[in-house]
């Protein structure tokens, strides 16, 4: 594989054109689909090297390699020869043969070599440098090492076959090798595609995996981080900041590990490799980075504020959590800045009107307070008073919450209000709460 537009070419490089014989052609005894669509691609390709060598499968009759030598057997069936599997083929290429003549319409004239493979009777050759015995070689090596050839191109049929044996001895043997794509067609038996595909993309393929495990290992750490960031917080090994700017290392460190997860999928699509991992690697990065983003950009887009109340003007007052609340960085007066911040930041915040005489409405208050899980610390009916403390679920933060139910014409008024006892900013967590009682509040 390689995009052979941005490839600048020279003096070292050869195209190697395999077997683009009529055999392997539509209508050719061991026809490759589409095997004739290479011809106009070849033909394009060539003009741009100053080398070219040609390529024939070039069998005497009863050779090895034909089902038709091996009674009992027949075409795709693998035996095992002296020299290892054999896959049996029908009748092709036979030396002289109308079959294995080169397609009338190739058109290569600059062509320098013309190299015959598989005229051993009892070996074959898919690889125009070595013989499938491994040993015999065809003299291709030795004819580009001494022409100064470093790289070579190799197209045509088929790829999983000639094509693909060509390339990996070729690389083997020293030289640089690339497969032009768009200028192979595939028999694909069995599979063998996907396997010469793996074959030819292994050294890429090996390094994007690389890539992929380093990306899915920073993100699973980013987001481990993120994670002991609040917990760290809860079991006391930190105060909230350092939590805080352990979520922001691991929030930037996200990003990295995201951009690592997306080369190293991008690198696989490119080796033809399968994408499992690559996917697993960017979602747990995109994870990573999503969580702190979303809660800086709720920092930087919301007031700093960390009193939400309905009643901006008078609004519920603090009595039975205060015990619990001393020593709090946060006091629970109600600033007329606060008020004005609230005002702009969460303009959609006002009380509950319900049409119920308040004993009712407070009931519906507290069953409302029990299904939002709060710690309920005190209810009081005769004051239209319910105090409760809820808990951030990564930080484990106390914020604290009262609800006044208050008579309101014929029906009641129901206030809420929600303050942290740590922060300057809540990320916007006092407002989300104050609104999702709001709504268990509401009728259905
Ligand atoms: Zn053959």
Sequence with gaps: MADNSKVKLGAKDALI????????CPGGRLAVQKGDEVVPAVNALAQRFANVVLTQDWHPPGHQSFATSHPGRKPFDSIKLPYGEQ???????????????????????????????????????????????????????????????????????????????????????GFAAAVIEDACRAIDNQGSLAAAWEKI???????????????LALGVACAAAELLSGLGYRF???????????????????????AVSLIGVIAEGAAHARLRVGFVALVISALALGF?????????????????????????????VLPARQGAENKTDYSPQTAEQQKEGYPDLAPA???VPPPAAFERALAAARAMRWDIVAADPAQGRIEA????????????????????????????????????????????????????????
């Design 389 to 444: 403390t809820a808990t951030t679920l990564l930080f484990g933060f106390k914020d604290d919450v009262v609800v006044r139910v208050t008579p309101d014409g014929a029906g009641s008024r129901v206030d809420v209000r929600s303050l942290s006892r740590v922060g300057r900013s809540d990320f916007g967590t006092n407002a989300k709460r104050v609104r999702a009682y709001l709504k268990a509040l509401a009728p259905t």
């Design 292 to 320: 702190p983003a979303y809660y800086y950009y709720q920092v930087q887009h919301l007031p700093h504020i960390h009193d939400i109340s309905t009643d901006t003007q008078n609004p519920p007052a603090f009595v039975a």
């Design 353 to 355: 009107r319900l049409e």
């Design 17 to 24: 054109v395999v077997d683009v014989q009529n055999d392997f």
């Design 87 to 173: 896959v049996l083929w029908p009748d092709h290429c036979v030396q002289g043969s109308d079959g294995a003549a080169l397609h009338k319409d190739l058109s290569v004239p600059q062509a320098q070599l013309l190299i015959r493979k598989g005229y051993n009777k009892d070996v074959d050759s898919y690889s125009a440098f070595l013989e499938a015995d491994r040993r015999t070689r065809t003299g291709l090596e030795g004819y580009l090492e001494e022409r100064g050839i470093k790289r070579v191109f190799v197209c045509g049929l088929a790829t999983d076959f000639c094509v693909a044996w060509t390339a990996l001895d070729a690389r083997k043997l």
């Design 236 to 258: 006391g090994w930190w105060s909230f900041r350092e939590g805080i700017a352990v979520m922001r290392v691991a929030g930037w460190s996200a990003l990295g590990a995201f």
């Design 201 to 215: 993309t292994f050294g890429r393929r090996r390094v994007a995996r690389a890539i992929v495990w380093l990306g």
